[in-house]
């Protein structure tokens, strides 16, 4: 069955102060690091042999997912030693795979929660013909994404950068970064420098005539590349929204992790998820949450779609609306901190500190 190679390399700037200590795929998401859903998702296709292309805090994957008899796959790890591009990164492990050079290789984005039918795609790829098809999905505003036109049969006609007019939109297709490879694309692509698949590749290819397929599915998608967007698709893991084998529990309104210590008044909803070791005090809420291992949530605090990081405290009767904080972060009782604040790492903020209502 059809080969793997999965991008885990990039640094993931968005998510800090996430990603200050974990690689981006590594972050918890419904109480797993985010590629055990991928690597999940990928064996329940039928792909048995995964490499992943790892770069950013690259010795911390291989502790976790070992060899992946586990999980009932073949893993391999290559690490970049200088930053390459989606395309170098690819290219930079094809001495890795066993594929055939007319054999298909699937490739997969790691920060992209999908539905996505990983068999239909590499149907597609076959019986189309392609040199490479690609995952397109509909989104209502394309403006942010790169346009990926197609003709009636799905054949890929132009690679259009993000539009800045509305005469620039013709298409709601983007592309959303999972793919087929015929193996000797692979081994095309120039070796030992940054290549950029959306840039240079994909255009170029275009351009050689080569047969580039596009396979439209608007199940669930959902790009993880900031914070508000990773605590969303961690809760909507929880609820069922977004589909995965590896979800440890029952789907629902909360994933209370074992280990995890709740108050019997304390009220959990919207796909909350607390991890192993948390603690979640009396009278306390906690709504479209994750509360990563050994953070505490004191006693009457209000947390609402925020992510908190490993051993942080939230104090008494705090309120967090949209907020991230770091891992061992410390915040006193009585704060408000709201819409998008990011708290770094091992900060420490005092009772009755941060407010945007007066003092009560």
């Keep these: 069955m059809t080969e793997a190679i999965l991008l885990v390399g990039g640094k993931g700037t968005r998510l800090r102060p996430l990603t200050v200590r974990t690689p981006k795929p590594m972050v918890p998401a419904a109480g797993v690091p985010f590629l055990a859903h991928q690597l999940a998702r990928a064996r329940a296709a039928g792909v048995e042999h995964v490499v992943l292309a790892t770069s950013y805090l690259a010795e911390v994957f291989e502790p976790y997912f070992g060899d992946g008899s586990d999980l009932g796959l073949h893993l391999e790890y290559v690490t970049e030693v200088e930053p390459l591009g989606t395309g170098g990164a690819i290219r930079n492990v094809a001495s890795h795979l066993t594929s055939g050079p007319d ?68 298409t709601d297709q983007i592309n959303a970064g999972a793919y087929v490879f015929r193996r000797s694309v692979i081994d095309s692509i120039p070796h030992d420098r940054p290549v950029s698949v959306e840039r240079e ?13 596009g396979m439209v599915d ?48 304390a009220k959990l909803s919207g796909g909350t998820v607390v991890c192993d070791g948390a603690r979640v005090g009396a009278g306390a809420r906690v709504h479209g949450s994750t509360v990563l291992a050994d953070a505490v949530i004191a006693d009457g ?42 708290i770094w790492c091992d900060a420490r903020i005092g009772d009755g500190a941060v407010r945007f209502s007066s003092d009560q």
């Design 103 to 170: 054999e298909p290789v699937l490739i997969f984005n790691g920060d992209i929660l999908t539905g996505l039918d990983i068999r239909a795609l590499v149907d597609t790829h076959t019986t189309s013909g392609a040199d490479v098809s690609l995952h397109l999905t509909r989104v209502d505003d394309p403006r942010a994404f790169g346009l990926v036109p197609t003709d009636d049969t799905g054949r890929v006609t132009a690679f259009l950068e993000k539009p800045q007019t509305p005469e620039e939109i013709v």
């Design 201 to 213: 590749t994909f255009p170029g290819l275009l351009s050689d005539d080569a047969h580039l397929q």
């Design 218 to 265: 608007s199940t669930y998608w959902l790009d993880l590349g900031t914070p508000q967007a990773f605590v969303r698709g961690s809760a909507d893991l929880v609820t069922g929204r977004a589909p995965s084998p590896a979800v440890p529990g029952r789907r629902g309104e909360r994933l209370v992790l074992e280990g995890a210590g709740i108050a019997a008044d």
């Design 301 to 342: 605090a209000d947390v609402r779609d925020s992510l908190i990081g490993e051993g942080a405290y939230i104090g008494e009767r705090t309120l967090l609306d949209g907020a991230v904080i770091g891992d061992g972060a410390h915040i006193g009782a009585d704060n408000e901190l709201l819409e998008g604040v990011r």
